[in-house]
């Protein structure tokens, strides 16, 4: 497979509705995680950038705010029915900037389509509620309005679609956006949305895209006065420094941060299906999704067949460069991100780990490594570990597998397996999570659904009406129609 783009055209940062050479004096160089190869270099933006962004945006909003609702939301399909007619390209790009597999490109490009038409739909649900009033001749009205101006920061894993996950929404229901995506993957998470829109007939300022380094803007983005909302994906620990910058400013975020998903075994589970979706929850991207497998926690009844069963099909999965279409596992995104998972890989051996199956390691090209009789103290149980490596523990009880589960400061996703689904609800509902799924893996995620978790794997919810929620706001407007006594 080939890329049908010209990674050198993507130099100029997307302002005011310009490409423009960003004005910092740093550049970055955009490399293929998998050879290494520089893609393009790019001049970075600066603070003057990121403000011109802002009130570029800011001034584009009050006037697409009062578009038609039905004017934005042929706009957003525009996107999606473009989106759908360059998938040759976007795909060559995540696969080369991304390291993604030919199999995560394409569901991402088809998550974005879907993303975009179902928000298409959010421009007519923005409906004015009229309500009773106790003051006689009262009419009160609520008003669903934009926020104004949304900024967006967005990761390097799935950035194409976790990028449109916001920036649709904001766009539909009427703001402004500005959009800061991880440097690793500008192109995939800002730049070709930028054109997408720009190609869409998206009004000159309304979306802005600015590729800089925090080392240089430090959190300008976050506490500029113009952003009235903050969405943020990426690890935990930057979310929470991003959410105190958010309260100290009091602008609202929407935060969705890190994961540490179990999928439990239950001892009725079908072990062959379980082990299929196991495997592909675990390693679809390397792992490196934040509703990858973390903990997979089995029987004892079922330990061995299972361990078994998930081994052989790990030994099908076929390792190396993603432009061969029937690759699964692919790079891993930088040579720290390799560094960091293989110190988790033997300090949880040191700690008394058995190794099922440890590859090579060749550059940032892991192999799979399964972890048996593992501990959920140990260090790869209670960290994310971002990469191809599986964990599985053993518990001797449902009770023990539910306690283990929520032995954990995240929440985002998981997966419960039984061979009685109103057994596998009761014991789901028992996970303290955003999402979880029964007879499924925990990789899920639908335009229509809440996406979000609880504790520290975020706040808020993105899509369907919870989108709505996250970027609009209500306001109270009373009419007096009658002439109102007052005591003086």
Known sequence: MQTTTTFRDWSRQYIGGQWKIGNSENTYLNKNPFDKSILVKM?????????????????????????????????????????????????????????????????EVDLSIADLTEFASLPIRMTTETVPSVVPGKENRIYRLPVG????????????????????????????????????????????????????????????????????????????????????????????????????????????????????????????????????????????????????????????EF????????????????????????????????????????????QGANVVTRGNVTGTLMEPVILTDVTNDMAIAQNEIFGPVAAILPVSSEEEAIRIANDSDYGLSGSVFSGNLDHGINVALQIETGMIHVNDQSINCESIIPFGGEKSSGLGRYGGDWSLEEFTTLRWVSVQREPRPFPF
């Open 149 to 304: 101006v949304v900024g967006v920061i967005s990761p390097f894993n799935f950035p194409l679609y976790l990028s449109i996950r916001a920036i649709a929404p904001a766009l539909a229901v009427g703001n402004g956006v500005v959009v800061k995506p991880d440097l690793q993957t500008f192109i995939s998470g800002g730049l070709f949305i930028g054109k997408l829109f720009e190609e869409a007939g998206l009004p000159k300022g309304l979306l802005n895209i600015v590729v800089a380094d925090i080392a240089e803007i430090g959190d300008a983005f976050v506490e500029h006065p113009v952003p009235k909302v903050i969405s943020f994906t990426g690890s935990t620990a930057v979310g929470r420094h991003i959410a105190q910058l958010c309260a100290k400013n009091l602008k609202r975020v929407a935060l969705e941060l890190g994961g540490n998903n179990v999928m439990i075994v239950l001892d009725d589970a079908d072990v062959e299906q379980a082990a299929s979706a196991a495997v592909f929850g675990k390693f679809l991207h390397q792992g490196q999704i934040c509703m990858s497998l973390n903990r997979i926690i089995v029987h004892r009844n079922l330990y061995d």
């Open 307 to 350: 361990v078994k069963v998930f081994s052989e099909k790990v030994a099908g999965l076929r390792v190396g460069n993603p432009v061969d279409p029937n690759v699964f596992i692919g790079p891993i995104i930088n040579q720290n991100q390799v560094d960091k998972i293989q110190q988790l890989i033997d300090q949880s051996i040191e």
């Open 43 to 107: 001049p970075l933006a600066n603070l003057e950038d990121v403000n011109t962004a802002y009130q570029e945006a800011k001034a584009a909003q009050k006037k697409w705010q009062e578009t038609s609702a039905y004017e934005r939301s042929a706009l957003l399909k525009k996107a999606a029915e473009l989106l759908a007619n360059k998938r040759d390209e976007i795909v060559g790009i995540l696969v080369s900037e991304t390291g993604s597999s030919f199999a995560k490109a394409q569901a």
